[in-house]
């Protein structure tokens, strides 16, 4: 199971695009600006999308990759998210004012997108022995994470979210969580805008930690362009405990 960064920013920039993981190059868990990097070859391979939330940082991608593909695959690509995520994307983003709506194109039986619901807590099959499971977590719109399991390890990608004991239950009812790429997109001297947004800081993303029985790896992610500094230097004491990285685009998280 190989997982590469296409983007992890909580913004743009040079160097920064917003999340995006190509998951043994057919996947993608979320699509933002990072799925901008990939060739129309490595687009063309994408069966399945799924989706965190409805957030633009998290979305857009998903309207490019659509165009971009008109006419060059047989099969439509698998958007997978909530029912809340798909009626927001559909409402307004398909919608034929913002984007045209490409899961009734170039027709409704063969078209570019087929919306596919995801029930919290219901493994979804992957095959190669992988299976992906969503669980919600909380942040201003609803949202979940994916645990991703593979047979050397599980992945879980907890999308936008922020303090909330729901997290913690569902990531300690896993048979064993290996890889945990979290996000941080404020420095604590941000902490009342992080909970207006609904976004980790370093202080209160160290103290929540104590409620995981589990021990993975750390991937930091969705820090805000301009904070890096401060925020990694924040994590040096907050995570001081933690195998952590703060990840970069291009980078790749791999089981082997
Ligand atoms: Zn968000
Ligand atoms: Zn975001």
Redesign the pocket.
Known sequence: MRIKVLGCSGGVGPGLRTTSLLVDDEILIDAGTGVGDMSLNQQRRIRHVFLT?C?L??VCGLAFLADNLFDLIDRPIEVHATAETLASVREHIFNWKIWPDFSTLPNEQEPLLRWRKVLTGEPFDLEQGRSLIAFPVL???P?VGYALQGQRGTFVFS??TYADDRLWSALNRLPRLDKLMIEIAFPDEQAALGHA???FTPALLGAELRKLEHRPKLYLTHHKPGCEPAIEKQCKDALRDWDYVHLQRGDTISFS
């Open positions: 939330h957030h940082d998290h942040h201003t719109v949202a999308g936008d947004s609904k976004h």
